[in-house]
């Protein structure tokens, strides 16, 4: 399921970003395309499930408070980014980091404020300690979602961006006959994105 999600999501990228690339080479002036640089912070629920293979699964939400930064690009119908996002508000995690990728498609609703939708995929870096266990675990692996909300500008150069975002992981770290599967992290996000245009 999750590689052909993923592959699912590649593939999506990849044709997106041929409609960037014809959407700011032909219907747009150079004045309508900018790069931007964003801060982010925001709170999220971290679903995680335990099994050691006799007793029922249990599975544990995690409030986990995170702080980011993005960089991209935007056109009036698109926007593209990298960003790394870093977590903490759990005892149970010594840290946890997201790096990736997205793409946003904007519903223009006047000239200072739009809406959008987008994909997103990454890699999701944790080590977390489990009670009675002596050692920490740690994960490394991708993860694909979604997001959607509104983009509202404050200023000619300054964007305020409010959304919510699932990141589906299916990750899991199996020890002493103890698995741990990392399932869905929701997330309400707010960021503060500085544009500048492209000469």
Do not use: C
Request: proline fraction near 1%; charged fraction near 20%.
């Amino acid at each position: 399921m999750k590689n052909r999600l993923s592959k699912v999501v590649i593939s999506a990228l990849l044709v997106t970003n041929s409609l960037v690339a014809a959407d700011w080479s032909g219907s747009h002036s150079v004045d309508n395309v900018y790069s931007f640089v964003g801060i982010e912070a925001g709170a999220n629920s971290l679903d995680v499930e335990r099994n050691n293979g006799t007793d029922p699964a249990v599975t544990d939400s995690h409030d986990l408070y995170h702080g980011g930064l993005k960089v991209g690009a935007q056109s009036d119908s698109y926007r593209i980014y990298l960003n790394a996002n870093y977590y903490d508000g759990s005892d149970s995690f010594d840290y946890m980091t997201t790096y990736g990728a997205g793409i946003q498609y904007l519903f223009n609703f006047s000239n200072t404020m739009n809406a959008f939708i987008g994909l997103n995929a990454g890699v999701a870096n944790a080590k977390f300690f489990v009670d009675g266990e002596t050692t920490s675990r740690t994960i490394s692996d991708p993860y694909v979602g979604g997001e959607a909300g509104v983009n509202v500008q404050l200023m000619e150069n300054i964007d305020l961006e409010v959304g919510a975002r699932i990141l589906s992981m299916d990750i899991s770290n199996t020890k002493n006959d103890i698995t741990y599967t990392f399932d869905n992290m929701i997330t309400g996000y707010a960021s503060i994105n500085f544009k500048y245009k492209m000469d």
